[in-house]
């Protein structure tokens, strides 16, 4: 990737518009993981229910790290008002009780998710399913977030611009897909479609106007978008490889 | 300090009991900046209008220090129910808006204070009064949370053990003592008194259980207590060696 300090100086290119930023981040969707080999299997109906909970009991891994980077990235930033509203993501995911609020939070969601597809709370929480590939994919994702400039670690949040597509495509297909899962898992996904539109507005947002202070910055966000979509696409990698391979041994499926 | 990996190794030294441990633990509570020159000064009556000020244009970047403290705390932890308590601090300093409960936050409550005793929000906020000795304290706190365990960084909170006496004392003698700083100035004292004997009712049990694993943790324990005595002893010193080179120079007081 491009160094930091070197994307800073001004360079030749124009500056892109607003509108011509957006336009060129959201057209990195088209290498968002609603389109991995994985996932487009699973929104056809072809994951037998083993490789179902395989995936969910994975991803699981994601889910715990999503908070602990969260935190990562108020750690390095000095502007409250950010930090105000980088906190709700914590919230969210963690859970909360404040003066008579409460909100499980969607770990625990995730865990309910697991419980509909038939897999124990220990199964999902002892992280025993996780495979290596899928740890480095998910640690690549907490590294950046401790290691590069905070600016950098909310540019690579975006991925949630793509996210509530793949929550309404698992909510529409799922029940006639996967009957066997119980339909109170599909929680999760439905609390995630408000909170990631919510979410990105504040990310897009800081992203636009922060990048935007050079065209080499600009190039350097869409930059550190792509890292995140390919955390994502390995983790759909590793998924999938790692059925692969049971499937070879002959394991049943 | 002592080796964290050494520390875990059992030692031959018994370990020492819940109560013992944390009496050795309150015993450190002597060199709390209570009984620092400056502060005694300060309860005394004897600060000029300056000092005070100065006090509390430099104490400010230890306030804005502790929410980012709080959040590297957090990013290392990967235990939800852990965060989902320690959160709170994050929530106290910052500020929140959480479904119509709304809480300013201790950074504002500080500028306030600020405000208070005759500085403007932006002499506060611009950090233009904080010497170098004092950001050097701060910091020293702040790498600690960011580079050590975040068990050993939840011991280092343990000085709210003694906290709630020095915003007493504030609270009991500014009025008589500084009768020209604003009354509602002390709100962020009151505030504290709640929080801090809240927060340290968390971090005094997980301490007190944690380090007790071993005799060798529980002196680690204690000796981090020491390092965070000294972060704030250090950071008294450095205002009080500021304004006695401002004295001694003939400045106006």
């Known amino acids: 990737m491009t160094d930091l300090h070197l994307a800073l100086l001004k360079d030749d290119r124009p500056v892109l518009s607003p509108e011509e930023f957006e336009a060129r981040l959201r057209e990195k969707g088209t290498s968002y ?3 991995h080999p994985f996932h487009v299997r699973m929104a056809e109906g072809q994951l037998t229910e083993k490789q179902l909970r395989g995936w969910v009991a994975n991803r699981f891994y994601y889910q ?3 908070p602990v980077k969260d935190a990562a990235i108020m750690s390095h930033c000095p502007d409250r008002e950010i930090r105000r509203e980088w906190i709700q993501r914590i919230l969210d995911h963690d859970g909360y009780e404040i003066g008579g609020i409460k909100d499980p939070g969607g770990i625990e969601a995730w865990i309910h998710l697991g ?5 124990s709370r220990d199964d999902v929480t002892s ?3 996780v495979v290596p590939a899928a740890r480095f994919a998910v640690d690549a994702y907490i590294n950046f977030a401790r290691q590069q400039p905070w600016q950098e670690a909310i540019a690579s949040s975006l991925t949630e611009l793509f996210a509530p597509h793949i929550h309404q495509q698992r909510i529409d297909t ?11 898992g599909l ?3 439905k609390n995630r479609l408000t909170q990631a539109r919510r979410d990105v507005q504040h990310g897009l947002r800081f992203t636009l106007d922060y990048f935007s202070q050079s065209r080499a910055l600009q190039e350097r966000a869409l930059e550190i978008l792509q890292f995140k979509l390919d955390v994502l696409w390995g983790l759909a990698d590793a998924i999938m490889l790692s059925q692969c391979e049971m499937e070879m041994k002959g394991e049943k499926q």
Chains 1, 2 share one sequence.
């Not at 419980?115 to 897999?119: D, M």
């Open 174 to 184: 799922w029940p006639e897909k996967y009957p066997w899962v119980k339909l109170e």
């Open 187 to 189: 929680q999760y996904f």
């Open 33 to 35: 993981h609603i389109y």
């Open 127 to 129: 992280l025993r399913y």
């Open 115 to 119: 419980e509909a597809v038939g897999l």
């Open 64 to 66: 715990i790290a999503i």
